[in-house]
């Protein structure tokens, strides 16, 4: 593979879906990782998140997920314990997470891919709320 993509994807998540419309008609044969089925280790999220460059807070998925119920938004909450919770309840990580060569990224909104592709689809394409990201010749809108 000449250009490598990774995807941890949730199956269930529509701008997760999306994303790997996206990759896969612009020709890529991503790996995706089903991180529900197969979860996360501690040193795998501290290397995803900073490769991303993003804090466990900042990758803590809150809506629809129990991350309230289970306290993980309040003030004081550390590091350790979102970590925790996120490897004990994989449904916490925010995602898609994609890797590939031009680095790794929370791809929220779907239309972040775009900067880790060394292509993009033909178009138009839109994103899952319907506005288009990518134009009937090819150019990319956002």
């Known amino acids: 593979m000449s250009f490598p993509?990774?995807?941890h994807h949730n199956p269930d998540?529509?701008?997760?879906?999306?994303?790997?419309?996206?990759?896969?008609?612009?020709g890529y044969k991503p790996t995706v990782i089903d991180y529900l089925t197969e979860g996360w280790t501690r040193p795998q999220l501290l290397a995803l998140f900073a490769a991303?460059?993003?804090t466990p807070k900042e990758a803590l998925r809150i809506a629809r997920s129990?991350?309230?119920?289970m306290g993980l938004?309040?003030?004081?909450?550390t590091d350790d314990q979102l970590l925790d919770a996120m490897t004990t309840h994989p449904i916490l990580v925010n995602r898609p997470i994609v890797c590939s060569p031009k680095g790794v990224r929370l791809c929220r909104p779907s239309e972040v891919v775009l900067d880790l592709l060394?292509?993009?689809p033909l178009g138009p394409w839109a994103k899952e709320n319907g506005q288009l990201i990518i134009d009937a010749e090819g150019n990319?809108?956002?």
């Open 52 to 54: 991303a460059d993003v």
């Open 73 to 77: 938004t309040a003030p004081g909450i």
């Open 5 to 7: 993509i990774v995807i």
């Open 118 to 120: 060394d292509k993009v």
């Open 66 to 69: 129990p991350a309230e119920a």
């Open 13 to 26: 998540c529509g701008t997760s879906r999306n994303v790997l419309r996206i990759v896969e008609a612009a």
């Open 140 to 142: 990319r809108l956002v």
